[in-house]
């Protein structure tokens, strides 16, 4: 919940980027899979009914990778 205020306040004072929302999406997307369906599935008590739910989710984090620009970002970071 904190990191939704921090943004509304960098979005308040100019300094929210497209790349810093689609980022905190793609990382809470990943740490929700990695922290919830793998443990699950490792222990083998990963509901049936939820696998609908864990596709979306990775359909989710691939469609991610797919739209963050990452020439342009470690462009910009590098300074060119």
């Known amino acids: 919940m904190r990191i939704y205020l921090i943004l509304g306040r960098t979005k308040l004072i100019g300094t929210y980027t497209f790349f ?7 990382f809470y997307k990943l740490i929700w899979f990695i922290a919830v369906i793998v443990p699950l599935v ?3 008590q990963f509901p049936g009914y939820a696998v ?3 596709v979306i989710f990775m359909t989710y984090i691939i469609g991610d990778l797919i739209a963050i ?4 970002v470690f462009a ?3 300074g060119q």
Do not use: D, H, T, V
Request: aromatic content about 4%; proline content about 10%.
């Open 42 to 44: 490792i222990s083998q």
């Open 20 to 26: 810093s929302g689609i980022n905190l999406q793609l």
């Open 69 to 72: 620009p990452f020439p342009i």
């Open 76 to 78: 910009k970071e590098a």
């Open 52 to 54: 609908m739910l864990a």
